[in-house]
């Protein structure tokens, strides 16, 4: 059915909430097996893409890809100097399709937004369909993988005597051989997350580890890999994560990673209250009266006695649907700015799911709750960002409270 059913099923992959867990498995092998083209299109591709002298650069280029994924498929090669690289080639001219295919299901969810305003503020369909289309149009040029790669690089240096991450590396890429179209990396033989959920090789304390690197991107930071689901990050064998496919960074505003943020570091200290009072940091306009006691009611009893249960008890990302309909009943706004960070909790949650049902996720969290926190201040988790009372002054989406005219 195209691209952009491949990037809409690799979300509703880790859905079990919304999707029978069967179906979950069966759309999970969009991951990493998509189908390939045929080869004999593989040398057309490479001849359009690259200079006559590319070639020249390698003793040998398989034709045939060993692995592929939605927009690109991957190809063995050697260097002339014997070292062993993957070629990443773009399939085709998806982007003309592409986004034809996501103006068709815009005037669809519009249509529903119309008989359904409320499903606006959940998820925001559109917002969501308009955040696939900006990270998949970034993933077909190939060229924001190198830029993708160089950002997180870069912060994890910049913070590492704050927040050392040892354990987060990337691949080598030749970005002399590299274009929009090709890019040329590090061959990187240790199975991905996908392989070691299925073989039960993955450890514990592997995924908090995982999930200490990537939360301090999200909550720390707010600038991260906008992609890690379990097909695009790998674990050596001295437990080392390789992040791959860069090639969308995503970008989460102050307002938004503090309230999420605060409601989680609260949640794990069992401090319901404060934690439901961060979530309300996102209102438009604060709650009061019969709406922030009906939000409290249904926190409460949405959260009484979760804290302490295992994954496969209840659901880390059912949890959060119920808690969206709940804020946004009491005024809050989950769009574009939200989900990205949401996404990446459930990728979160589905592994977690998939590798170790019985723990308590929220709990184990809490002592890296406490580390992300040297990258906020916790004093300010409860103080409300109005999102219309702030600036967007530069690239880093640094906030500052706007000046009247």
């Not at 002592?367 to 409300?384: C, G, H, M, N, S």
Request: aromatic residues 10%.
């Amino acid at each position: 059915m195209g691209l952009l059913a491949v990037k809409l099923g690799q979300i509703c992959a880790l859905r079990p909430d919304l999707l029978d867990p069967e179906r979950c498995i069966a759309l999970q092998e969009l991951y990493s097996r998509a189908p390939t083209i045929p080869e004999e299109n593989f040398e057309k591709l490479l001849t359009k893409f690259t200079p006559l002298d590319f070639r020249s650069n390698f003793k040998h280029i398989e034709s045939k890809p060993f692995a592929a994924a939605s927009i690109g498929q991957i190809h063995r090669a050697e260097l002339l100097d014997g070292t062993k690289v993957i070629i990443k080639i773009v399939k085709g001219d998806f982007e003309k399709s592409f986004r034809k295919d996501v103006r068709r299901m815009k005037r669809w969810m519009k249509l529903g937004l119309f008989f359904n305003p409320r499903l606006k503020k959940v998820g925001n369909p559109v917002g969501l369909l308009a955040h696939i289309e900006d990270y998949t149009i970034r993933e077909l040029n190939l060229l924001n993988e190198i830029k993708g790669k160089e950002r997180l690089q870069d912060l994890a240096l910049e913070y590492k005597d704050k927040f050392p991450m040892p354990k987060l590396k990337f691949p080598k890429i030749w970005e002399d051989l590299s274009n929009e179209h090709v890019l040329v990396v590090e061959e990187i033989t240790s199975p991905t997350l996908e392989s070691h959920l299925n073989a039960e090789s993955l450890e514990w304390e592997d995924l908090l580890q995982l999930f200490r690197i990537h939360g301090a991107f999200m909550f720390g930071l707010g600038v991260f890999h906008g992609d890690l689901h379990p097909g695009n990050a790998m674990m050596d064998e001295n437990q080392n994560f390789i992040f791959i496919d860069t090639g969308a960074i995503c970008e989460a505003p102050n307002h938004v990673r503090k309230a999420l943020f605060g409601f989680f570091y609260y949640l794990a200290k069992g401090e319901l209250k404060n934690a439901f009072d961060a979530m309300l940091t996102m209102a438009d306009v604060t709650p009061s009266g019969d709406t922030l006691e009906t939000y409290y009611n249904s926190m409460n009893e949405l959260y009484d006695g979760f804290v302490g249960t295992s994954v496969s008890e209840v659901s880390l990302t059912e949890q959060m649907m119920k808690t969206v309909r709940a804020a946004v009943l009491a005024g809050c706004s989950f769009g574009e700015d939200a989900f990205p960070i949401i996404r990446s909790l459930m990728y979160m949650d589905g592994m977690v799911l998939k590798g170790h049902p019985e723990v308590d996720l929220i709990s184990s969290m809490g002592p890296y709750l406490d580390e992300f926190a040297t990258l906020i201040d916790p004093k300010t988790l409860l103080q409300r960002v109005p999102n219309e009372q702030w600036d967007v002054v530069d690239s880093n989406r640094t906030l500052k409270p706007k000046t009247s005219a």
